[in-house]
């Protein structure tokens, strides 16, 4: 079973992803800041990472580039955002997320670009 970190420092949004990708057979892991989602990712890495970019502590930018400069197998990411700007999307695409998703997101096109990150079947 695939393992899905979802960093999000809003519990309601941690919920509401975890009820989807649960749904669809991935196992969820849950942090609530980049700080506690870089913790978790250096003890045991997970196949793919859902990534809020407003948070306390240290945000997903931050989150995202410590994880790729960190020694540990690299997984896709998708960033969820509020800001819409594409000057945030270019942000997060440079710290190192492979896709960019604004909220609030549709649970089919989070499980598609999932499936498509993780070269599952999208259909």
């Given at each position: 079973?695939?393992?899905?970190l979802?960093?999000?420092d ?22 609530v ?10 003890q ?15 945000d997903?930018?931050?989150f995202?580039?410590?994880?790729r400069?960190a020694e ?10 509020t800001e ?7 942000l997060a695409?440079?710290?190192g997320?492979n896709?960019y998703?604004?909220?609030p997101?549709?649970?089919?096109t989070?499980?598609t670009?999932?499936?498509l ?7």
């Amino acid at each position: 079973m695939k393992r899905v970190l979802v960093i999000d420092d809003a519990a309601t949004v941690r919920m509401y992803h975890r009820s989807i990708l649960e749904a669809a057979g991935y196992s969820v892991e849950e942090a609530v800041n980049g700080m506690e989602g870089l913790e978790k990712a250096l003890q045991t890495p997970f196949d793919i990472y859902v990534v809020d970019v407003n948070m306390p502590q240290m945000d997903g930018y931050g989150f995202m580039k410590r994880l790729r400069a960190a020694e540990v197998p690299q997984a896709p990411a998708i960033i969820v955002s509020t800001e819409a700007a594409a000057h945030d999307e270019a942000l997060a695409y440079q710290a190192g997320a492979n896709a960019y998703l604004i909220k609030p997101v549709k649970p089919e096109t989070l499980l598609t670009g999932i499936r498509l990150l993780l070269g599952e079947s999208v259909t």
